[in-house]
């Protein structure tokens, strides 16, 4: 890795943990947070084998589980929590949908990236051992700003029409 | 408050990426900062989208040679600051190179009739409308993401948040008085991160090709057109530029590695500074 003359910028190589995990919200807090003062009643539905083909065909996306983790509001509303896995992110998700079928809200409650790299990690990482653990360490706690493209939302945005799609065959009021 | 222990932390599937919303410290409950600084990057997403049926935007693209198309005052200002760009770069940044990503299927094709020539130089952009004599297909994707990250911070500031961090997809500004660590992604193996040093009121953006590439005849290409020949640039190092706020840097990327210049003479002028990261993995 090489670098072009800089004056005043000096980026140093500093190991980084190699999966990206943040934890936002927690299922309750999601819950809280799209549906403020209300309390929810679960709603358990296990989808059937016709409901997962109508599902697919009409969203174009696979259904990956079977179980639908649902949520009805007093309002009608419902609250789902789904998870998205695309090549190099996990991305868990919660959708709130108005009685009418429109969206109202999606909150990110976790997003992990992983490059699969774990493995040659400790043979890169001993090339810099000694240089690098007190940056090691202060990284570790501060790396949540960092610059460039994140992985693009069309996981989310396909996991969601999933999710619209899904309600509409199985969890309409 | 450290930023390991925010105050509050959220992330919401926006512009086309996932943006982060981080407040650190706070003199108010920090749920109705958060509320603003998403509605305000959901408000930039509604007026400035290419896709959207009905966003400034489309019915500029659509509408804008044939007479004044009204605008919000957040469409105008970015308008104003992407033709003070195109000016200041010496036209290497021109959000009027929309039909050559769109023959490249970074962008959908709009329904709107396909320009010839033109730069964002042709529009003109005046009591609150824009028009221009010949159509014109803008794409604000290399502008608007800055701005939007700037309005979030001005929402949270507003709000009562002193420190915190906006992250849209990694173009990103930190405010507060603490300073910052910001790591940049390694274009060769972006789950590995490079250490840029710690930060005070900044924004950084980045330009690169891992996640976005298109493959083409040519080889892989990223979705930045030089303005000069209507080529799509290759694959290759990325490009991180640090300035006050996140319109300039997420603007500048794009003419800083369409110069090949480790720092044009423009870029101080303006404020900036650049990092070119190579595409080998050289080390």
Known sequence: MRFHPLTLLAPA??????????????????????????????????????????????????????????????????????????????????????????????????????????????????????????DTLKLEKDVTNISGATLSSKHVTDGVHRLLVTWNVALKP | MSPSSPKARRARPLLGTVVEVRIDTATAPPGAAIVAAFEAVARVQRLMSFHGPDSDLTRLNRMGHCRPVPLHPWTVDVLRRAQALHRATGGLFDPAVAPALVDLDFLPMPTADRPGRGTIAD?????????????????????????????????????GATAGAVNAGGDLRVFGEAPQAITVRDPADPGRHWSLGEFQEAAIATSAGYHIARATAAGPVM???????????????????VAADCVTADALTK??????????????????????????DTA
Do not use: C, M
């Open chain 2, 255 to 280: 003419p800083v590695l369409l110069s090949g210049l480790a720092s044009p003479p423009w870029l101080a002028a303006l404020g900036g500074q650049a990092l070119w990261l190579d595409g080998k």
């Open chain 1, 13 to 134: 190589l500093v190991l980084t943990q190699p999966a990206v995990a943040e934890v936002y919200l927690t299922p309750e807090q999601a819950q809280a947070a799209l549906f403020p003062g209300q309390a929810l009643t679960p709603l358990p539905v296990t989808l059937t084998g016709a409901q997962v083909d109508a599902i697919e065909s009409k969203s174009g996306v696979d259904v990956r589980n079977k179980a639908v983790q649902a949520w009805r509001a007093p309002d009608g509303a419902t609250f789902i929590l789904d998870e998205v896995l695309g090549k190099h992110e996990f991305i868990s998700l919660a959708v709130a949908i108005s009685k009418d079928g429109a969206v109202q809200g999606v909150e990110i409650l976790e997003y992990k990236e992983s490059y699969g790299h774990e493995v040659r990690e400790a043979e890169w990482l001993a090339q810099f051992k000694g240089k690098t653990a007190a």
């Open chain 2, 123 to 159: 529009l003109v952009v005046e009591g609150g409308a824009g028009f221009s004599d010949r159509p014109l297909w803008l794409d604000l994707g290399g502008i608007a993401k800055g701005y939007a990250v700037d309005r979030a911070v001005d929402a949270l500031r507003t709000a």
């Open chain 2, 223 to 241: 979705p930045v057109i030089d303005p000069r020949d209507g080529r799509a640039l290759p694959v290759g190092p990325s490009v991180t530029v």
